[in-house]
């Protein structure tokens, strides 16, 4: 069984940045892709940043030229740096993983809490 870990979390002021981590239970070559998503109260969960096997990045326009996703294959790790926060992108922060075999399997970590408030 596949399992996703975040961590990096926490409350931050306006401008500030967090680094995101999420520990991945096997190699993260294995997965076709894998990214960000975000919830906040009361909203649909929404795209962040995905980063595919072959390493193409892509970002949702609310965050671009201000979040960076990437990964590290020695420690089965992708991570989002956080930059420029504002009090908007407080929300749950879902780290995500996509294996397609016949067929489509998604994993989900468990959410780590990013509030941006002065």
């Known amino acids: ?13 306006p ?3 967090l680094r995101l981590s999420c520990a991945a239970t096997r190699s993260i070559f294995s997965f076709n892709d894998m990214g960000w ?5 009361e ?3 929404e795209l962040v940043a995905t980063i595919t096997r072959g390493g193409s990045t892509n970002y949702a326009d609310s965050v671009k030229d201000r979040f960076t996703i990437s990964r ?9 740096q956080l930059s420029s926060l504002k009090p908007e992108d407080t929300a749950v922060y879902f780290c995500n993983a ?9 994993y989900w970590g ?6 941006v408030s002065s």
């Open 1 to 13: 069984q596949v399992q996703l870990v975040e961590s990096g979390g926490g409350l931050v002021q």
């Open 15 to 17: 401008g500030g940045s």
């Open 37 to 41: 998503y975000r919830q906040a109260p």
């Open 43 to 45: 909203k649909e969960r």
């Open 72 to 80: 590290d294959h020695a420690k089965d790790t992708v991570y989002l």
């Open 98 to 106: 996509n294996l397609i075999t016949y067929k489509i399997n998604t």
């Open 110 to 115: 468990q959410g780590t809490q990013v509030t």
